[in-house]
């Protein structure tokens, strides 16, 4: 079991950094030793401060929790910059970040997420929980967003520049932002939700165009 706990990241991954993973290695277990410890990365975009993963890293991580990781600019707990990983049973909660994706940030990315939690996540930006960004279009399937935060747009999710998530299954509840979209923002984008539910998420539950 994954436990990436409280990293700290000014560049890259505080934890983790993956590159040119092969598809179908399981990361589920004996990872992370040092996961407890307060880490920190200098390299270059701030990014990642649980896991980051690029350049086709498409790592299959199951039974895992993100706790309190922190990045400088994009995704708290997990950065994918054209990676696909695949999750399930993934716990994101407390992580934050300066700027976008408190949870998660994907750029060019499209991650299959399954049964996964997004609790309590903030985003100085965007995003609380999920920023999608320039054609990222992740699966997002049994998952809950709740509590997560969001100083500008998208306390739950946003999804940015032609990103479109296939979205089914999902609970959406208290989630905030302080300027619009509760519980999902987006710009130039087209989620796509079946069968969801949205409560408490404030102010507004979905934004944008």
Known sequence: MIAAVENRS????????????SPAAPINTGVCPNAQRRNSATAVNGGGGGIFNQDNCSPTLT???FNGNFAANYGGGMFNETGNPTLANVTFSGNSVTDRGGGM????????????????NSASQGGGGIFNFANSNPSITNCTFSENTATSFGGGMSNV???????????????????????????????TLTNYILWGDKPGEIAGN
């Open 10 to 21: 000014s560049s890259l991954s505080a934890a983790l950094s993956l590159e040119r993973s």
């Open 63 to 65: 039974d895992c929790t």
């Open 105 to 120: 940030f994907n750029d060019v990315s499209s991650p299959m997420v399954t049964n996964c939690i997004f609790s309590g």
């Open 161 to 191: 520049l032609y990103s479109s998530p296939i979205v089914t299954n999902c609970t959406f509840n208290d989630n905030t932002a302080a300027a619009y979209g509760g519980a999902i923002y987006q710009s130039w984008s087209i989620p």
